[in-house]
Nanobody
Framework: QVQLVESGGGLVQPGGSLRLSCAAS????????MGWYRQAPGKQRELVAR???????YYADSVKGRFTISRDNDKTTVYLQMMSLKPEDTAVYYC?????????WGQGTQVTVSS
């Protein structure tokens, strides 16, 4: 059984930065492609970035060049470094496997970008 706990969200001004963390329990973590997703009010949840166990990455066009996904397989943690944040980045951010596994959705962490 894998449990994922997101943290690191908060209120930040436009242009600011945040680093999100996703702590995973479960020894099979290192075999998964992991992703960060987000859901803004009134919108569907979308994939923001994903990373393979070997470190290959993919980014949605909307965050490319501003966000960086990384993982520490020893610490079973996935990170999302977010820079140059925009109001449209405001959302609840979740981590999950890719493709997402329904049973792994956690509470997420709220990111609000506002002046």
């Amino acid at each position: 059984q894998v449990q994922l706990v997101e943290s690191g969200g908060g209120l930040v001004q436009p242009g600011g930065s945040l680093r999100l963390s996703c702590a995973a329990s479960g020894r099979i973590f290192s075999f998964y492609v992991m992703g960060w997703y987000r859901q803004a009010p009134g919108k569907q949840r979308e994939l923001v970035a994903r990373i393979t166990s070997g470190g290959s990455t993919y980014y949605a066009d909307s965050v490319k060049g501003r966000f960086t996904i990384s993982r520490d397989n020893d610490k079973t943690t996935v990170y999302l470094q977010m820079m140059s944040l925009k109001p449209e980045d405001t959302a609840v951010y979740y981590c999950n496997s890719f493709p997402a596994t329904v049973a792994y959705w956690g509470q997420g962490t709220q990111v609000t970008v506002s002046s």
